[in-house]
């Protein structure tokens, strides 16, 4: 009994003391080098994370990953249209329980960033902010308005009164250093004129009255005023400078790729230019860095912005859109950083001195007491630099870093990637599908309200965004042989609409659909319809496809069909009669028939889905199968391929808009990819005419352990489901090409192993990952080496030096490396 009783208070005891380690306060400030956390200048390596890109299920993975690849921060931004999608109406669950994600982040220990905006930009849907918004009399957004400001103020203070309540704030003993208010004004204030510099200091007011005792920023805003931090956001910032001294240099967003459109090829930029970008910011007395985006996700359901952003935010950050490692980047950067969070102390307490050599090659050195730690940086596009520094001579590659340690050896350049390169690939299950279907009725069955009015509207005024379509309804009454259209079998109707879509029904009958490219908002749609005497029935079916995310005054593009509307037939002398109908009487219906009957979710609809007959190329149609979920645990997706245009769901949660039929273009991907110069995103393209997006991320979430899952297609263009696949995505081959003396890590994923070293040249190899070859020396004992190394096993580890694998015959002068090339299995 006094054993028990000892113990539970040493349990208390305990409980109290991780209270009080938990809760202890941390005091985040900055100076004019660095953030400083609890009186210490700090290196701050952050990564962006948008937590309704992924599932909750999915963060712990990805924030634990992010910290094995060396960062110390996870930024996000909040997304306001997700969390009040109806005003005064909120969603903080599942994917959005921001509370949790800010929570799992503490968990491994690294701090938060929360760019709270609340616009946000981010290729999010009408850039964060609710269309519900848009709809209150007399409101602009952006700018001074007492509506707008009103609103603004309300969800801000939502937020950080939920993260305070919750102690998120580092003052509070949470995680969170660090906060943003507004996203990038500066880029577009001057054309709000004086409003918008009122609207800055607003801004910084109502973040300072907060008092939530950490540092707030503007990011690209060159005017914030104190104590908001300005920072910087693009490829490159080595060469920005904060407004104001004692503010330190960071820089919010370092763009790792870029985003994709629907019909355009894949974004990539290499890590070489990556990992440049990164060292020369530091070198450059950078503190704070983020990747945007450290993990770019998937705009599920209708989140993606406009115009025409894919589902897929890969992005090509280091981590891919299933959470996968993207090799060579992730291993690179974590590298990079690993070498400059041992160097904090030289980074953020040293003597900064920096040497031109000219021909845009700099040395930097930061020195204090006895921790140094140098860079060469050569910004030179083409020519390799060699440099005599501090009595010794180093080669620096082209448009690279290298950093010295202690100022002396060699231990890293951004050119030379050491790490391994994974080829990842879609591997289909055999399953076979079985698929219903329905038809998405155009008749004017209306199961909802609906508005008739004698005016065309703003599809977005209608909707509240509430659905990507919106039904436009009239009818046109033949009574006559005066009628200019009567007895006409020439008749067109002329639609000028600013939507992405429409589909033409004249009497039931769909009689022309036009989709517009490159996401522009105008176009004039025509077909051929025939009327007949008496009424005739008018319905189009207006769809956006995302709504605008950025610029100036974004919010108020009108969108959907706004006219005119006319109908044209010639008369006997061959002149064209004109009727319009834009001033008839409309009605409107929200959204689609099988959308309010919810086809896509359990349980099952009332009315039945069909078995014969299956309707291959027809638009308006529902489909409907049942899939095993993938065995492991290998990220699942489903392959569109051959389906046109819509929205997929898998057992009721949407994976998104897919747009399978939308080729990219052919064109840019056929240069070789330089990472030296400047990266912009038309450089080293993949994936030309291809359809731009093939596969759907199904996170494993979504599915049902043992059991079938409905996956519902609602195909707006028309396709053939039976290409459709279920497959997982895993590595298929690792190749490395890693200098002497450098560590190689080999990892297949968990469940895999390496089963065949394809390739290995020890020596002076050429070629690249799938090609390569053997040099004019190399050593004949590598290949067994490593086989014995690593063959049968998941992962492996060795030092690539002549010692572990065999003299290589090169001559002395010579930087030996090891290609490699094996199979995961
Ligand atoms: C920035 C913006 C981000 C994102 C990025 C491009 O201008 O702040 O939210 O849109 O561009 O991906």
Redesign the pocket.
């Known amino acids: 009994m006094k054993m028990t009783i000892k113990k539970a208070i040493i349990s208390i005891l305990l409980l109290c003391l991780a209270f009080i380690t938990v809760a202890k306060a941390t005091n985040v400030s900055h100076d004019g080098r660095a953030f400083t956390i609890d009186g210490q200048r700090r290196i701050l390596i952050s990564g962006s994370i948008h937590y309704p890109r992924s599932t909750a299920e999915m963060w712990p993975d990805l924030i634990r990953k992010s910290k094995e690849g060396g960062l110390n921060v996870i930024e996000t931004?909040v997304f306001w249209n997700a969390h009040e999608p109806i005003r005064g109406q909120y969603d903080f669950s599942g994917n959005l329980d921001l509370v949790r994600f800010i929570k799992d982040i503490k968990k491994e220990g690294l701090y938060a960033l929360l760019r709270i905006g609340p616009y946000?930009?981010?290729?999010w849907n009408y850039g964060g902010f609710p269309v519900w918004l848009h709809n209150i009399p007399n409101i602009e957004f952006r700018t001074m308005n007492k509506p707008y400001l009103d609103e603004m103020k309300r969800f801000t203070t939502l937020i950080v009164d939920m993260m305070k309540k919750e102690k998120l704030f580092a003052s509070q003993g949470g995680p969170i250093i660090s906060a943003q208010i507004e996203?990038?004004y500066g880029n577009i204030m001057g054309q709000y004129g004086e409003a918008g510099k009122e609207y800055v200091n607003w801004c910084a007011q109502l973040a300072s009255s907060y008092q939530i005792g950490v540092p707030w920023i503007m990011?690209q805003q060159s005017d914030a005023p104190q104590p908001m931090i300005n920072t910087c956001?693009g490829y490159y910032c080595d060469k920005f400078t904060p407004n104001n001294k004692n503010s330190p240099k960071a820089w919010t967003?370092n763009?790792t790729g870029?985003?994709k459109n629907w019909g355009g090829q894949d974004p990539h930029r290499t890590a070489e230019d990556v990992a440049y970008a990164v060292a020369k910011f530091y070198q450059s007395g950078g503190t704070l860095q983020n990747y945007?985006m450290y993990h770019g996700g998937t705009n599920f359901g209708r989140s993606a912005g406009g115009p025409y952003i894919t589902t897929s935010y890969d992005y090509d950050a280091p981590l891919d859109e299933y959470g996968n490692l993207n090799q060579p980047k992730w291993g690179h950067l974590n590298q990079l950083h690993r070498i400059l969070l041992a160097s904090e102390t030289a980074l953020t307490y040293g003597n900064q001195t920096t040497t031109d050599f000219g021909n845009m090659v700099t040395g930097t050195s930061y020195e204090h007491m006895q921790h140094s730690v140098c860079f060469l940086g050569n910004g030179n596009e083409s020519s390799d630099a060699t440099v005599n520094f501090r009595n010794k001579t180093y080669t620096v590659p082209a448009w690279s870093v290298t950093i010295l340690r202690n100022c002396s050896t060699e231990i890293y350049n951004t050119a030379k990637v050491n790490t391994q390169t994974t080829v990842m690939i879609k591997k289909e299950e055999p399953q076979e599908l079985k698929w219903q279907w329905r038809n998405e009725p155009p008749q004017k069955k209306f199961k909802v309200a609906t508005l008739t009015v004698s005016e065309l509207l703003d599809q977005k005024v209608v909707t509240n965004d509430t659905s990507d379509y919106l039904w436009y309804f009239t009818s046109v009454n033949l009574n006559n042989k005066s009628d200019p259209l009567w007895g006409k079998d020439d008749v067109s109707i002329r639609v000028n609409t600013s939507s992405h879509l429409i589909h033409v029904f004249v009497n039931g009958l769909h009689v022309g659909a036009q989709f517009t490219e490159n996401g522009h908002y105008k176009f004039q749609h025509e077909s051929k319809i025939k009327l007949r005497p008496g009424k005739n029935e008018i319905s189009l079916l207006s769809g956006t496809v995302g709504l605008p995310?950025?610029g100036a005054f974004f919010d108020n593009v009108k969108v959907g069909i706004l006219g005119p509307v006319v109908l044209a037939a010639n008369d006997t002398t061959g002149k064209e009669q004109i009727v319009d109908i834009s001033k008839n009487q409309w009605t409107y219906k929200v959204g689609l028939q099988g959308q309010l009957d919810k086809l896509f979710s359990l349980p099952e609809a009332i009315k039945p889905w069909l078995l014969f007959g299956l309707p291959r190329d027809k638009p308006m149609v529902w489909y409907k199968t049942w899939f095993k979920t993938p065995s492991g645990t290998d990220p699942v997706v489903v392959d569109l391929k051959g389906l046109g245009k819509g929205e997929a769901w898998v057992n009721g949660n949407s994976l998104g808009r897919y747009w399978s039929s939308y080729i990219s273009g052919k064109d840019g991907c056929s240069a070789p990819c330089d990472y030296r110069g400047p990266y912009k995103p038309n450089k080293c393209l993949i994936n030309c005419g291809n359809p731009t997006q093939r596969w759907y991320h199904v996170p494993r979430s979504f599915l049902n352990g043992q059991g079938l899952n409905s996956l519902v297609l609602f195909e707006d263009k028309g396709g053939n489901p039976n290409g459709v696949r279920i497959g997982t995505v895993k590595p298929e081959k690792i190749c490395a090409n890693t200098y002497e003396n450098h560590k190689l890590d080999l990892i297949c994923n968990v469940g895999q192993v390496i089963s065949e070293i394809k390739f290995a040249s020890f020596g002076q190899p050429n070629g690249s990952c799938g090609s390569f070859q053997h040099g004019s020396c190399s050593s004949p004992q590598a290949l067994s080496a490593i086989n014995k190394l690593c063959t049968g096993k998941q992962e492996c580890s060795f030092q690539v030096s002549e010692e572990v694998l065999g003299a290589t015959g090169c001559g002395k002068d010579k930087h030996n490396r090891l290609a490699l090339e094996a199979i995961c299995k």
């Open positions: 931004y946000v930009c981010a290729e996203n990038e990011c956001n967003e763009w870029w985003y945007y995310n950025y």
